[in-house]
C-alpha cells in the first residue's frame, strides 16, 4: 500500500471534490471513472466534508487505487485565507468530524448571506422552492449559485454570474482559524497540508518572503505538508515550492483540484513531470 510520503507523485491526484461540496461528479461517480485513470492513488478532499471521503472509503475494491482519506478546510485570519487539506485521517475521530460540523454552519451562513446580498444589492431574488432545494444540498457554494442564477435568467452562464455578482458582494464571513483546523486534523491522527500556496483570496498571489512568513507560521501550528504541485502553478512556483518543502522538510503532495464540469482541470492534471 503506498502512503502520504511516497517520493513517487507520478499518476497520483490528492485533490479532488464531488457533489457533497462543489464538484459535478457523486463519490460513485468520481470512483469509477478513478479505475479508467490509470491513477495510482488517490484521495477526495469536498469543502469542510468528509462524507464524500468516506463513501468512497466504503465502496473500495482490493483492486482500486490506493486511497487516502481527504478533506479541505478553509481558513481565515489576520494575514488572509488559507485552503488547509487534511489527510489520512481516522475516519471516526470526534476532532474531525467537529471540524467538518462548524466549517459546514459556516459555509451555510455565508450562502445565506451570499443570497440576501443579491436580492439587496442587485434585485436578484429566487423563488422559496429553488432557495429550499440550495439550502438542503450538503454545501452549497459559488457554483451551485451561479448555476441557479442561470436558471432563473440573470446571467448567461455560471461564469458571468459568479465574476459579476457573486464576487462582488460583501458581507462579514465565518472562517475556521488556520491553527483550528491543523490542530484538528492532527489531533484525529491526519496530516496537514497548505493546498495550492501561492494561491490566496481571488486573484491573490502569495510568493517570495510573504509566504515563507506564512509557512513559517503555519508550521509552528503543526502543519506538515505543501501542495507543491498543482494545476494551475507555474514551474517556477513549482520549483519555490520545492525549495520551501526541502528547507523546513515538508511533505510534497500533488493535485489537480477536479470539480468535474465545475472546471476544466481534468484528473491527474497536477503539473507533475514525469
Same mark, same amino acid.
Given at each position: 500500500?503506498?502512503?502520504?510520503?511516497?517520493?513517487?507523485? =507520478?499518476?497520483?491526484?490528492?485533490? @479532488?471534490?464531488?457533489?457533497?461540496?462543489? /464538484?459535478?461528479?457523486? *463519490?460513485?461517480?468520481?470512483?469509477?471513472?478513478? !479505475?479508467?485513470?490509470?491513477?495510482?492513488?488517490?484521495?477526495?478532499?469536498?469543502?469542510?466534508?468528509?462524507?464524500? =471521503?468516506? %463513501?468512497?472509503?466504503? #465502496?473500495?475494491?482490493? +483492486?482500486? *487505487? %490506493?486511497?487516502?482519506?481527504?478533506?479541505? $478546510?478553509?481558513? &481565515?485570519?489576520?494575514?488572509?485565507?488559507?485552503?488547509?487539506?487534511?489527510?489520512?485521517?481516522?475516519?471516526?475521530? +470526534?476532532?474531525?468530524?467537529?471540524?467538518?460540523?462548524?466549517?459546514?454552519?459556516?459555509? @451555510?451562513?455565508?450562502?445565506?448571506? !451570499?443570497?440576501?446580498?443579491? %436580492?439587496?444589492?442587485?434585485?436578484?431574488?429566487? *423563488?422559496?422552492?429553488?432557495?429550499?432545494?440550495?439550502?438542503?444540498?450538503?454545501? *452549497?457554494?459559488?457554483?451551485?449559485? /451561479?448555476?441557479?442564477?442561470?436558471?432563473?435568467?440573470? %446571467?448567461?452562464?455560471?461564469?458571468?454570474?459568479?465574476?459579476?455578482?457573486?464576487?462582488?458582494?460583501?458581507?462579514?464571513?465565518?472562517?475556521?482559524?488556520?491553527?483550528?483546523?491543523?490542530?484538528?486534523?492532527?489531533?484525529? =491522527?491526519?496530516?496537514?497540508?497548505?493546498?495550492?500556496?501561492?494561491?490566496?483570496?481571488?486573484?491573490? #498571489?502569495?510568493?517570495?518572503?510573504? #509566504?515563507?512568513?506564512?509557512?513559517?507560521?503555519?508550521?509552528? $501550528?503543526?502543519?506538515?505538508?505543501?501542495?507543491?504541485?498543482?494545476?494551475?502553478?507555474?514551474?517556477?512556483?513549482?520549483?519555490? @515550492?520545492?525549495?520551501?518543502?526541502?528547507?523546513?522538510?515538508?511533505?510534497?503532495?500533488?493535485?489537480?483540484?477536479?470539480?468535474?464540469?465545475? &472546471?476544466?482541470?481534468?484528473?491527474?492534471?497536477?503539473?507533475?513531470?514525469?
Amino acid at each position: 500500500m503506498l502512503s502520504l510520503h511516497s517520493n513517487d507523485l =507520478s499518476n497520483v491526484d490528492l485533490h @479532488m471534490h464531488t457533489t457533497v461540496s462543489d /464538484g459535478t461528479d457523486t *463519490p460513485e461517480e468520481l470512483l469509477e471513472k478513478i !479505475r479508467k485513470t490509470g491513477l495510482k492513488m488517490f484521495s477526495v478532499t469536498d469543502h469542510d466534508a468528509i462524507k464524500g =471521503s468516506l %463513501a468512497v472509503l466504503q #465502496m473500495l475494491r482490493e +483492486d482500486d *487505487p %490506493a486511497f487516502i482519506t481527504g478533506v479541505e $478546510f478553509s481558513c &481565515k485570519d489576520e494575514d488572509g485565507k488559507y485552503h488547509i487539506l487534511g489527510y489520512d485521517y481516522q475516519p471516526d475521530a +470526534d476532532a474531525i468530524h467537529d471540524l467538518v460540523e462548524t466549517g459546514h454552519q459556516y459555509r @451555510m451562513n455565508k450562502v445565506r448571506g !451570499r443570497l440576501e446580498c443579491l %436580492a439587496r444589492e442587485y434585485n436578484i431574488v429566487f *423563488p422559496q422552492e429553488e432557495i429550499d432545494q440550495l439550502l438542503a444540498m450538503d454545501n *452549497p457554494g459559488k457554483p451551485h449559485i /451561479g448555476n441557479l442564477m442561470v436558471k432563473c435568467g440573470y %446571467a448567461a452562464t455560471k461564469d458571468e454570474a459568479i465574476e459579476k455578482y457573486v464576487n462582488q458582494i460583501h458581507y462579514r464571513s465565518q472562517y475556521l482559524r488556520p491553527e483550528e483546523a491543523i490542530q484538528g486534523i492532527l489531533t484525529s =491522527s491526519g496530516i496537514p497540508v497548505l493546498a495550492h500556496p501561492v494561491f490566496g483570496s481571488g486573484r491573490e #498571489m502569495i510568493r517570495g518572503e510573504e #509566504m515563507e512568513k506564512r509557512l513559517q507560521k503555519l508550521i509552528s $501550528f503543526g502543519l506538515k505538508g505543501v501542495e507543491a504541485y498543482y494545476s494551475k502553478f507555474t514551474v517556477d512556483m513549482q520549483e519555490e @515550492m520545492l525549495g520551501l518543502a526541502a528547507k523546513y522538510d515538508l511533505l510534497i503532495t500533488a493535485g489537480s483540484d477536479y470539480h468535474g464540469r465545475n &472546471k476544466t482541470v481534468k484528473m491527474g492534471e497536477t503539473g507533475f513531470l514525469h
